[in-house]
């Protein structure tokens, strides 16, 4: 932990808990940057080592813009996370559709994604409106998508246009906005456990792709999907679990989950980080058949997020039902 840090962060009004959490993240953080850029300056450019370090130098860059993006959402209040995470639906949402191109018909469609079902879906989160929360996008969305695009009367590939604007939906902004819909759960004798929780999600699947990465450099031969490009292996796969596993132990305890509990959710959300980061692979592997460009330079919010994207529900919902007040009560 760093006292002055965390003593900044609680007179800034963040719950003694969540700085002293926040701050030991990031003096960790702090010190594996500087000892990931002092190891890949000597290490042989050649090697498999400085792949790996390549990689998790990588991962260490991004894993501070969690800092940022936290410490916004907690420093603003509610109202602050609800907005931080909208804002970045809307650049998921606008960068998946980069990768997923469609017809000039759909763009009424696409403007009601953006700019109606987007910030609508973290109005009623805003408002405590569970119920409707849950299911707005995979009920009432899902039904008014294809809707709107059929009365543009142009039917090639129908389905496949709607299905690509529904998993984006789905994708970046429903389970999305499950990560600020943590901060509102309330648990019994742990005030302010939702911010921590979320900070516990966020850094597990992000320890989960550094190790995934490292691991798929040091010790990678078989790999997940070859039919794609996708350099993932069932040795990173292992790696990012055990390094999940290992961290969700450490922080048990600034949880309301036991040790037990937290390896077990922790593996999980690797699991299913690992998954988002597959069936994106998947994604681009398939607009490439179609000589789609699908890797640009600013597409690397899907990178950095598409483990959170899968994990944040399921994460959700076991936190919910087995610890929030009343058991089955959210808000």
Known sequence: MNPPLCAWLVRLGMQPATAQLL????????VLTLAGWLAAKRANPE???AKALLRLNKRLRGMWSIVVVFSIAMLTGGLGSILVFAGCSFLLLREFVTITPTRRADQRALFWAFFVILP???????????????????????LFI??????????????????KIQWGLMMCVYCVSYAPALIKLTIPGQHGAGARLLLFLCI????????????DALFGCRYLAPKTRDARTVEGLLAGAVASAGLGAIMA???????????????????????????????RADRGKEG?????????????????????????H?????????KLAMF
């Open 120 to 142: 609508l879906q973290y109005i009623i989160l805003g408002y405590d409106w569970y119920g409707l929360f849950a299911i707005f996008i995979p009920v009432y969305a899902f």
């Open 146 to 163: 294809p809707i709107r695009i059929a009365t543009q009367t142009d039917p090639e590939k129908f389905l496949e246009r709607t299905a």
């Open 253 to 283: 305890s600034v949880t309301p989950m036991t040790i037990f509990q937290a390896i077990f959710i922790a593996i999980l959300a690797s699991l299913l980080g690992s998954s988002g980061q597959l069936c994106l692979a998947m994604i």
């Open 204 to 215: 597990v699947v992000e320890a989960n792709s550094a190790a995934h990465e490292v691991g």
């Open 23 to 30: 701050s030991g993240f990031v003096t960790v953080l702090a």
């Open 47 to 49: 090697g498999r080592v």
């Open 318 to 326: 076991l936190i919910r039902f087995t610890f929030a007040d009343g």
């Open 292 to 316: 789609v460009v699908v890797v640009h330079r600013e597409q690397e919010m899907l990178d950095r997020t598409i483990s959170l994207c899968f994990a944040a529900p399921i994460f959700f």
